[in-house]
């Protein structure tokens, strides 16, 4: 069993190693066994914050009105450590991005023990 104090530490680990966050266009939905997005659209590439609560991250990931635009996003991505290993990845439905909006991803992630 892993204990409370245990649980915090694993969150305060992964909410210390997150990199950045990215978007796509791609539809395939996700497996486990995914390494990367589909279709990358390159300038959705930001570092994102994140607050920890226990064993709770909320990760936001904001795309700002001056990027991304002209793309049906719907594919995102948070990446962790020094080489950008893939933490997570999720299909939604199309945001058509353009200069008129910013886009606010929040991804929460939850560490659970027995």
Request: aromatic share 2%.
């Amino acid at each position: 069993m892993i204990c409370t104090a245990g649980l915090n530490r694993i969150t305060s680990l992964i909410s210390a190693d997150l990199v950045d966050g990215r978007a796509g266009t791609g539809t395939t939905l996700p497996t486990i066994a995914d390494t990367d997005l589909e279709t990358v659209v390159a300038d959705t590439e930001v570092d994102v914050t994140a607050i920890t609560s226990g064993t709770t991250i909320a990760v936001s990931h904001v795309i700002s009105s001056v990027l991304g635009n002209g793309s049906d996003l719907t594919e995102w991505q948070i990446r962790i450590n020094a080489e950008a290993t893939q933490l997570s990845r999720v299909v939604t439905a199309a945001i058509t991005k353009t200069a008129a909006i910013e886009v606010t991803k929040i991804t929460l992630f939850e560490v659970f023990g027995q």
